[in-house]
Nanobody, 114 residues
């Protein structure tokens, strides 16, 4: 199976913002059931956010109120807008299906540091 390709990471100071992208082809039906995950150095991959159906988006407690999962129709891309970033948000971020995930892609590195 083809891996998802994440982009948009970078180095940002605490309190800053980034927007990650994940193209998801096939229309809005394929958007439902997608999620964002992250893996910090030395830690297991963890859930960040997912969209189950229209209006049903879930967030990890650690990012609730700071991160927002969204989608643009014109380019079939899922986004993760991250605001008020903290050093503990530093990780490689991935997108994938929540159920029956594809092989994990390369992810995109997010580093929050002074």
């Amino acid at each position: 199976q083809v891996q998802f390709v994440e982009s948009g990471g970078g180095l940002v100071q605490p309190g800053g913002s980034l927007r990650l992208s994940c193209p998801v082809s096939g229309g809005i039906a394929n958007f439902y059931g997608m999620g964002w995950y992250r893996q910090a150095p030395g830690k297991q991959r963890e859930f960040v956010a997912s969209v189950i159906s229209i209006g049903n988006i879930k967030y990890a407690d650690s990012v609730q109120g700071r991160f927002r999962l969204s989608r643009e129709n014109y380019n079939n891309t899922m986004y993760l807008t991250m605001n008020n970033l903290k050093p503990e948000d530093t990780a490689v971020y991935y997108c994938n299906r929540v159920r029956n995930p594809r092989p994990w892609g390369q992810g995109t590195q997010v580093t929050v540091s002074l």
